[in-house]
């Protein structure tokens, strides 16, 4: 069956340190692949989407995410982590021309004065 | 535009009572999804419409619920009769299949039935 795995449910960084949250995904073949963040009380906003070619690709608010056939992960980084990045991040992944999502469980990020 | 709109944002019921969610997709989007999310069970898809017609119920919980597209701008999804275990929030979003398939998501009607 398809699915997207989000290894850590809650993370802590310290504001201005780097961060990495992990994504893992199983598909037949390689899906578009996304990265949402939600803020408490709101919807979910695209971060960033991986359809093909580079496999890093940037994002709004500072973020960046690298794909990786070969570890099947699409991994969310930024450098410098700010207070008001603190918020749920979800993983998804999309069948090439379908259009529902799967979503994973989420990543739920504190930041530390 | 106004993004995806949903109505109303917070609603409150006994369990036995009908409830009905209302959402406005993006104008000009073709796909329109609705997803529950709870701590235990995390975003779940429920329904998925395409061009006003449901491709994908498999995740509709039960007899319970059911979703309506009557046009282009407007869907339901009602629970009737609701039940506690009903509480969630329910999320509406939109895309569309022609350019990105990026889905815009609305802000949520919390559902709490007690």
């Known amino acids: 069956a398809q699915s997207v795995t989000q290894p850590d449910i809650h993370i802590t960084v310290s504001e201005g340190a780097s961060l990495e949250l992990r994504c893992n995904y199983s598909?037949?073949?390689?899906?578009?692949l996304f990265w949402y963040v939600q803020s408490p009380g709101q919807g979910l906003q695209l971060l960033l989407k991986?359809?093909?070619?580079?496999?890093l690709v940037q994002g709004i608010k500072g973020f960046e995410a690298e794909f990786k056939r070969s570890q099947s992960s699409f991994n969310l980084r930024k450098p410098s982590v700010h207070w008001s990045d603190a918020a749920e991040y979800f993983c998804?992944?999309?069948?090439?021309?379908?259009?529902?999502?799967?979503f994973g469980k989420g990543t739920m990020l504190l930041v530390s004065p | 535009d106004a993004g995806v709109i949903q109505s109303p944002r917070h609603e409150v019921t006994e369990m036995g009572q009908e409830v009905t969610l209302r959402c406005k997709p993006i104008?000009?989007?073709?796909?329109l999804f609705w997803y529950r999310q709870t701590m235990m069970r995390g975003l779940e898809l429920l329904i998925y419409?395409?061009?006003?017609?449901?491709?994908?119920d498999s995740g509709m919980p039960e007899d319970r619920f059911s979703a309506k597209m009557p046009n282009a701008s407007f869907s339901t999804l009602k629970i009737q009769p609701s039940e506690p275990r009903d509480s969630a929030v329910y999320f509406c979003?939109?895309?569309?299949?022609?350019?990105?398939?990026?889905?815009?998501f609305g802000p949520g009607t919390r559902l709490t039935v007690t």
């Open positions: 998804a992944a999309m069948n090439s021309g379908y259009s529902t999502l799967t």
């Open positions: 991986y359809f093909s070619g580079d496999t």
């Open positions: 419409f395409n061009n006003n017609v449901p491709i994908d």
């Open positions: 104008s000009g989007h073709n796909s």
């Open positions: 598909y037949g073949a390689t899906p578009y």
């Open positions: 979003a939109s895309s569309s299949d022609e350019i990105d398939y990026e889905q815009y």
